[in-house]
């Protein structure tokens, strides 16, 4: 059972890292002050960043230290190793090759667009086409966990 503290902790960690970028969105801000406020943001999000490793390696040694003593050595076969490893190759070439076809199809799509309107629906069907490759990847990587 999660806490009030583990509940909306985060949340508030995410509230409070936002905070400095609000104004930037409204367009209240020169640009000097928005670089402050951005380079706050980021040093807000890297603090926020070791803060959390710092307190999870306490629990992770701990995880750690109770995995070794229950189970001695590694536990399955080449096999299971090697179709983790497809799975993961699946997943990243479908992400990058839906990444390289949307960077191809989305500016070609917009200039389409923007000289006639009428093209919108056309032009989207390609950027949609590209981003489906990457569905179809972790449909397949899915599929090969599963059969582990």
């Known amino acids: 059972m999660l806490t009030m503290f583990e509940v909306f902790g985060p949340l508030l960690v995410i509230g409070l890292i936002s905070l400095p970028i609000i104004p930037i969105l409204k367009g209240k801000v020169t640009a000097q002050n928005a670089k402050f406020r951005v380079l706050t943001q980021i040093s807000l999000f890297a603090a926020t960043f070791i803060l959390v490793m710092v307190f ?3 629990g992770l040694v701990a995880q750690a ?3 070794t003593a229950t189970t001695n050595g590694m536990v399955g076969s080449l096999a299971q190793g090697l179709g983790f490893i497809a ?3 699946v997943t990243s070439a479908s992400a990058i090759g839906a990444g390289i076809a949307v960077a191809a199809a989305a500016p070609a799509a917009i200039g389409a667009i923007s000289e006639n309107s009428d093209n919108f629906g056309k032009a989207m069907i390609f950027v949609a086409l590209a981003e489906g490759v990457a569905i179809y990847g972790l449909l397949i990587s899915i ?3 599963n059969k582990l």
């Open 65 to 67: 230290a109770e995995v």
């Open 143 to 145: 599929l090969i966990i």
């Open 56 to 58: 999870q390696i306490n």
């Open 87 to 89: 799975a993961a190759i």
